[in-house]
């Protein structure tokens, strides 16, 4: 009976331990990747200012080509809308709508994955010599839910690989045509 009450006990402590170490946590999170393109901002920019655009270089579409896509709004800029439903664990559902767009600089989008939260994404293009750095980021407030800032940690290394697979898309493809 002793052992079982130290077992709780500790479990209690640890369980505390890690709930109050949460709070000093971060309580936002940002990913970010950068890439440079041998193309103009003027020639990447409608691959970074339209949803529909965006389909020929996701990084995620390749795990679920069952993935359900409908679009909204304008064909590009702000108010364009992408919903997307799938069964695949790393793609799941959400919708994406771009929010702010400045011609051949930056694009600004609300992500919402339900009850996995929201998140503000950009998309930044800054002329570099002949080419283009392009830097796709993403920041989400974690508020105050313990989980959310201990899994707010590992972020980076969750998205961080597929926004530079994407940006390596984009790469080929932009190039591609040039």
Do not use: C
Not at 9 to 38: E, N
Not at 127 to 142: A, I, N, Y
Request: aromatic share 8%; glycine share 12%; hydrophobic share 40%.
């Amino acid at each position: 009976m002793r052992l079982i009450k130290r077992v709780l006990v500790t479990l209690l402590v640890l369980i505390l331990v890690l709930v109050g170490v949460s709070f000093i946590l971060p309580g936002k999170t940002d990913v970010s990747r950068s890439i440079t393109i041998d193309a103009s901002p003027e020639v990447i920019f409608p691959y970074v200012n339209s949803m529909q655009e965006t389909e020929k270089w996701s990084p995620w579409l390749s795990r679920d080509p069952e993935t359900k896509l409908t679009y909204g709004g304008p064909d590009s800029g702000v108010g364009n809308v992408l919903n997307w439903s799938s069964d695949h664990p790393q793609v799941g559902t959400g919708s994406q709508e771009i929010t702010e767009s400045v011609e051949n600089q930056m694009v600004r989008t609300a992500l919402d994955f339900g009850p996995m939260g929201t998140a503000i994404a950009m998309f930044e293009l800054q002329p570099e010599g002949s080419g283009t750095k392009v830097t796709w980021g993403f920041e989400s407030e974690l508020g105050m839910n313990p989980m959310s800032r201990w899994m707010g940690l590992m972020m980076d290394k969750w998205v961080g690989g597929d926004y530079q697979r994407g940006l390596d898309n984009l790469k080929t493809l932009v190039e591609g045509q040039g």
